[in-house]
Structure formats: structure tokens, C-alpha cells
């Protein structure tokens, strides 16, 4: 069974750090996604890498403050925060495709879903 498990949300001030972690069973992580969703937003693609190719995309509002990685023995994705702000307050979701998106940062590119994080940035 194919299933991705995220943890590692919770609340924290701005300015402060945050590691999430998605664990993937059934399936051998390669192309990987972080989306975020902002209450009253759209879902947006944050960061992807791809774990053949070591290629890390990252969206502008993320740039320079947030890093992905994988940890191939443990078949798990991290996404690491830095200098949280208010605006990064929501739910956070990893996803997985089956092959190589053409679209990186797209949410029909993804095969497999988490089931989501909240992350809450406020004093």
C-alpha cells in the first residue's frame, strides 16, 4: 500500500525553525514535492527535488529560507524551515510522482498525497 505520513507541524514564533518529515512506504521516493495551503488560498507547490538527480526547485516566496532533502535509507523527505513568517502559517503536504513531472511545482503532476501538517507561525 502506497502512503505518505507527514509530521512534524505545530505552532512556532516568527523568526523560528521547523523541520517536517514525510515518510513513504510502499513506493521508493525519487520525485518529490512540498505544496502549502494558506487559510483562504490555493494549494501552492513550495519545493521539489528529485532524489536521481539532486535537483532542488525552489518557489520565489521560499527561496533562501526553506531546503529539502531526502534520506534515502530511511525513504523519507524533510522539508526544513528557517525565519518562519506569519504568511508561511498553513497546512503543509508532501507528494510524490510516479515519474519525473514536466511541471514541478504543479499538483497534477503528483501521484501521492499526505495527508497534511498544520504549520502555524504567530507570537
Known amino acids: 500500500q502506497v502512503q505518505l505520513v507527514e509530521s512534524g507541524g505545530g505552532l512556532v514564533q516568527p523568526g523560528g525553525s521547523l523541520r517536517l518529515s514525510c515518510v513513504a512506504s510502499?513506493?521508493?521516493?525519487?520525485?518529490i514535492a512540498w505544496f502549502r495551503q494558506a487559510p483562504g488560498k490555493e494549494r501552492e507547490g513550495i519545493l521539489y527535488?528529485?532524489?536521481?538527480?539532486?535537483?532542488?526547485y525552489y518557489a520565489d516566496s521560499v527561496k533562501g529560507r526553506f531546503t529539502i532533502g531526502v534520506d534515502n535509507a530511511k525513504n523519507t523527505a524533510y522539508l526544513h524551515m528557517y525565519r518562519l513568517k506569519p504568511e508561511d502559517t498553513g497546512t503543509y503536504y508532501c507528494?510524490?510522482?510516479?515519474?519525473?513531472?514536466?511541471?514541478?511545482?504543479?499538483?497534477?503532476?503528483?501521484?501521492?498525497w499526505g495527508q497534511g501538517t498544520q504549520v502555524t507561525v504567530s507570537s
Open positions: 507528494a510524490a510522482a510516479r515519474y519525473f513531472p514536466s511541471k514541478v511545482l504543479e499538483e497534477g503532476e503528483y501521484d501521492y
Open positions: 510502499g513506493f521508493t521516493l525519487d520525485a
Open positions: 527535488i528529485s532524489r536521481t538527480y539532486n535537483s532542488p
